[in-house]
């Protein structure tokens, strides 16, 4: 069922239904620079372009870049310097939501918190009792 949404490009509304996320106008205009991105790209001598080269010369937004190779349309194995932002630091990531010393980042504190509760129920599950020696009695 379509669902009544305002267009973040241009602010007006549109009946989304979950193929594209802005109105019919805007995703027309963003097909003709998608068009115009990957012509420019498809030359050998601009294939190894960097992000800003490639907003400078097509006057495409980098956020539109990153969407683009977020989605797959233009492929990092392609264009070896194109990726998107890591959703941690920023830093730019060719796969996933995390570049890869985010990635590793998180996986060793999770081995850490792993190895942490691991410890806690060994020592829960260990059956010794403390006792107090010496202990008077009234």
Known sequence: MAELRDCPTCGG????????????????????????????????????????????????????????????????????????PCDNC??????GKLCDSCLGNLNNDLKTFEAAKEFREAIEKSDRATYLANQTKK
């Open 13 to 84: 509304f549109f009946n989304y239904i979950g193929i594209r996320d802005v109105c019919g106008k805007c995703a027309t205009n963003e097909e003709k620079m998608y068009e115009e991105v990957y012509r420019f790209l498809r030359r050998r001598e601009n294939r190894a372009a960097n992000i800003e080269r490639i907003v400078e010369v097509t006057g495409v937004t980098e956020s539109l870049l990153h969407k683009w190779v977020r989605k797959g349309r233009l492929q990092p194995a392609l264009f070896p310097n194109l990726g998107y």
């Open 90 to 95: 920023g830093k730019l990531t060719k796969k």
